[in-house]
């Protein structure tokens, strides 16, 4: 079992920034990638930005040059920066861990923490 715990969210004007954590623990061994989704009110959740334990990374279009996620593997760590912000992107932001445990994939999510993007 992972549990995972987001951190970070507030209420920020258009242009600031957010820096998000999620932090894994219990059985993180078999831990591989590691994402960040959002859900706004009566929306679908959607893929924020994902990353590999290699370190390779995943984008939405939506905020390309603007977000920027990385992993500490040793802290069993993911963070989201998020700069530029704008309105739309307003959403429950929610971390996702995947483990495999052959031959099945299972998915991890956090409480999700609510990020606000207002004048």
């Known amino acids: 079992q992972v549990q995972l715990v987001e951190s970070g969210g507030g209420l920020v004007q258009p242009g600031g920034s957010l820096r998000l954590a999620c932090a894994a623990s219990?059985?993180?061994?078999?831990?591989?990638?590691m994402g960040w989704y959002r859900q706004a009110p009566g929306q679908q959740r959607e893929l924020v930005a994902d990353?590999?334990?290699?370190?390779?990374?995943n984008y939405a279009d939506s905020v390309k040059g603007r977000f920027t996620i990385s992993r500490d593997n040793a802290k069993n760590t993911v963070y989201l920066q998020m700069n530029s912000l704008k309105p739309e992107d307003t959403a429950v932001y929610y971390c996702?861990?995947?483990?495999?445990?052959?031959?099945?994939?299972?998915?991890?999510w956090g409480q999700g923490t609510q990020v606000t993007v207002s004048s």
């Open positions: 990353v590999t334990t290699g370190g390779s990374t």
């Open positions: 996702n861990a995947e483990v495999v445990i052959e031959p099945v994939l299972y998915e991890y």
């Open positions: 219990g059985s993180i061994f078999n831990i591989k990638d």
